[in-house]
RNA sequence: GCGGUUGUGGUGAAGUUGGUUAACACACUGGAUUGUGGCUCCAGCAUUCGCGAGUUCGAGUCUCGUCAAUCGCCCCA
């Protein structure tokens, strides 16, 4: 025996208990989408390069981080590192900024592909959960959003989390705020590491990020975006937090936070468990982007949302001791001894037909081991039978329970099991 | 992209300064019980130690490479 293959690094395969529990998670997520009026969208799993790699993004991401590749038609194309842009150009595609009820609420589920070096809880294929309303600007379509976030949280058993949240304001108030940071940074350039370079050249609010520059003393002087904000802005951020508020929902507004992207305006935000200090915590991030539609061509539309890591929200699940795989329990299990040909997966076809599920040997296991084969796949009820059951056309049906054991005819064999269960219920 | 740790059967693992028949436990299969499980007893179950090369009379044990997992940094749309 050798292992001829390995899966590729940074993927997993999921089966057993692990696959029943990420089902029990994607049907939690569906059904509180539902609640909130969200319908879901499948999009491709890649799409053209441009889609991601637009002008708002750093070139390390595009270049380092995408899987991209040309197809035999010369087109290139990119596994999707993210949610959000796929929607948007579905959103604008298909002309969804018709439709009479905006904003439209969309979810996703499902892969995502980005190259990075992989550590527990990070994958190069993941699997993110997001929502997008597209079409609205309001407070209240903000606060709602986060509450689904907080909602389905809450609902896989995570508990101690609290949302951080910042307001970047809308253009004009991130451009002046962009441009004070600049101007204060610019002077202290000597004292900064070489990220911060980087960063004050490509994304300035980024710098604030910083773990090595954090405690200098220049770095607590630093302009803070709250005082940037025009007054639309901080109107529009209070009634977000008063929203919240209203809502029972527990926040932290947190002045540096600005997300990884340039197209967010206004509110950001992340939920992030309160005991956990490092920054690998955040377990869902999101915001509002203004203009992300526009730059697909779709038109001066708003839109918020939010993108949820699933292998993490499931890991500190388990942490929290949330999410239990609930195994189904076999109905049937069918013993044949002997030589009686097909006579077991004859029995085991009528129980199914008539909607039990119901479990064979295939092996040639003496009685011991499919007793044993039976225990294991939790069956409640043991048809056992053997080449005298055959002649006479007849099985024992036996409950695992109460282990009493009758004999009947081949065609009182459903009647009886239906009795068993039946009872057991 | 950088640094640390780890890699033995289906699983958990032991393996002393390199000497060989690769412990032990669980699981699994068969038998004791010629057709009735969960207890007990007996037997079987890794031509081989992630993969490849090297040092050596001899390597699971040392060296190098490689793949992978994991932790930290960077990054995290």
């Known amino acids: 025996m050798e292992n001829r293959y390995q899966m590729p690094r940074g993927t997993f395969d999921l089966f057993d208990e692990e696959v029943l529990i990420w089902r029990q998670v ?5 059904r509180i989408c539902q609640l909130y009026g969200y319908e ?3 999009t491709p ?3 053209a390069t441009e889609v991601f790699a637009g002008e708002n993004d750093s070139s390390d991401m595009v ?4 899987y991209s590749f040309n197809d035999n038609g010369g087109r290139s194309l990119t596994l999707r590192p993210e949610g959000t842009k796929g929607i948007i150009r579905a959103f604008v595609e298909h002309k969804m900024f018709g439709s009479p009820d905006l904003p439209r609420k969309l979810y996703y589920l499902g892969p995502m592909f980005r190259y990075d070096r992989p550590q527990k809880g990070r994958y190069r294929q993941f699997h993110q959960f997001g929502v997008e309303a597209i079409g609205a600007r309001d407070p209240l379509l903000d606060v709602e959003t986060i509450a689904l976030g907080w909602q389905i949280a809450k609902a896989m058993g995570i508990n101690n989390i609290t949302v951080m949240i910042n307001s970047l304001g809308d253009k004009e108030s991130r451009d002046a705020y962009r441009k004070a940071l600049t101007d204060y940074f610019t002077p202290h350039l000597d004292e900064l590491c070489e990220d911060c370079h980087r960063r004050l050249r490509q994304n300035p609010l980024r710098v604030l990020d910083c773990k090595v520059d954090r405690d200098k003393d220049f770095f607590r002087d630093a302009p803070s975006i709250q005082d940037y904000l025009n007054e639309p802005s901080r109107a529009y951020f209070a009634s977000v937090l008063k929203g919240l508020d209203d809502l029972g929902i527990s926040y932290q507004v947190e ?3 600005v997300r990884g992207l340039d197209y967010y305006t206004n509110t950001v935000f992340e939920v992030v468990p309160v005991d956990d ?5 955040t377990i869902i991030g999101g915001g509002q982007y203004d203009g992300l539609v526009e730059s697909f061509g779709g038109g001066d539309l708003c839109g918020f949302g939010f993108g949820m890591g699933l292998e993490r929200m499931i890991t500190l699940a388990k942490e929290q001791g949330g999410l239990q795989a609930i ?3 076999n109905d049937v299990y069918v013993i044949a001894i002997g030589e009686v040909g097909d006579y077991g997966l004859t029995i085991a076809q009528q129980l199914r037909s008539a909607g039990y599920s119901v479990a064979l040997d295939y092996t040639h296991r003496g009685m011991k081991g499919q007793f044993k084969a039976a225990e294991r796949a939790g069956s409640k009820v043991i048809i056992i039978a053997g080449e005298d059951e055959l002649q006479q056309q007849k099985a024992n049906v036996k409950d695992t329970e109460t282990k009493e054991q009758i ?3 081949v065609s009182e064999i459903i009647g009886t099991v239906e009795k068993i269960l039946g009872k057991r219920k």
């Open 45 to 47: 799993i890649f799409e």
């Open 277 to 281: 200090a490092g920054q690998q915590a």
């Open 63 to 66: 270049n380092k981080e995408m």
């Open 26 to 30: 994607e049907q939690l997520i569906r």
């Open 327 to 329: 195994k189904p329990a």
């Open 407 to 409: 004999t009947v005819p």
């Open 255 to 257: 002045p540096h936070l």
């Open 40 to 42: 879901e969208i499948r």
